[in-house]
Nanobody
């Protein structure tokens, strides 16, 4: 059974930082591409960042590139998202997900088969 558990969300002021964590089942974590998505209030879920199983391929959405960093710790089966220079537009529920692929970092939610419960990130102006 796939387990994805996010943590690290909270309320920060504009310009602040947060680091999200996602504890995953080891088999899933070591087999598939992992990604972060977010769903702003009243909007569709959108891709934030993804990383291949071997860390060779990393992708970011244009809206977060240069501010967010995705990384993974295979020894801990944990995915991270370091978020810097946060802005009110980053306010959303953030989800960790595992892909259906092991080498292709997709930006399509339909290519991710397992999801965490989400963690709220709120950025005040």
């Amino acid at each position: 059974q796939v387990r994805l558990v996010e943590s690290g969300g909270g309320l920060v002021q504009t310009g602040g930082s947060l680091r999200l964590s996602c504890a995953a089942s080891p088999e899933t974590f070591n087999t598939y591409v992992m990604g972060w998505f977010r769903q702003p209030p009243g909007k569709e879920r959108e891709f934030v960042a993804g990383i291949s199983r071997t860390d060779v391929i990393v992708k970011y959405s244009a809206s977060v590139e240069g501010r967010f960093t995705i990384s993974r710790d295979s020894a801990k089966s944990t995915l991270y998202l370091q978020m810097n220079s946060l802005e009110p537009k980053d306010t959303a529920v953030y989800f960790c997900a595992s892909s259906r692929f092991s080498g292709y970092v997709s930006m399509d939610t339909n290519d991710y088969g397992a999801w965490g419960q989400g963690t709220q990130v709120s950025v005040s102006s």
